[in-house]
Nanobody
Framework: QLQLVESGGGLVQPGGSLRLSCAAS????????IGWFRQAPGKEREGVSC????????NYADSVKGRFTISRDNAKKMVYLQMSSLKPEDTAVYYC????????????????????WGQGTQVTVSA
């Protein structure tokens, strides 16, 4: 079974940057699209970004376009979310998730399509 572990969260001031990492253990990422989701207290889970198996297709929520960048390194079994120009409203627990698929150039930001989830990492943006 695929296991995912997020890291890189923390406390950052508004306007700052963080890079989240998602590591896959005991398996390959070669057949999985990867998504990043977040959930703030009292709010629904929100799709942030996703990347296709090939890495050639990425999608972003409108709220993070131009500020966040998703990337992947299949050889290292890693996916990254570079977050810049952070805002207080970005504060949430961030989760990476994997979707098993035979389609190499597609990803979706629909959380119930994803098969495996990490435990989450807290991101707090505050002065």
């Amino acid at each position: 079974q695929l296991q995912l572990v997020e890291s890189g969260g923390g406390l950052v001031q508004p306007g700052g940057s963080l890079r989240l990492s998602c590591a896959a253990s005991q398996f390959t990422l070669d057949y999985y699209a990867i998504g990043w989701f977040r959930q703030a207290p009292g709010k629904e889970r929100e799709g942030v970004s996703c990347i296709s198996v090939s890495g050639g297709t990425t999608n972003y929520a409108d709220s993070v376009k131009g500020r966040f960048t998703i990337s992947r390194d299949n050889a290292k079994k890693m996916v990254y979310l570079q977050m810049s120009s952070l805002k207080p409203e970005d504060t949430a627990v961030y989760y990476c998730a994997a979707l098993l698929t035979t389609v190499r150039n597609m990803c979706v930001l629909v959380f119930n399509r994803y098969d495996y989830w990490g435990q989450g990492t807290q991101v707090t943006v505050s002065a």
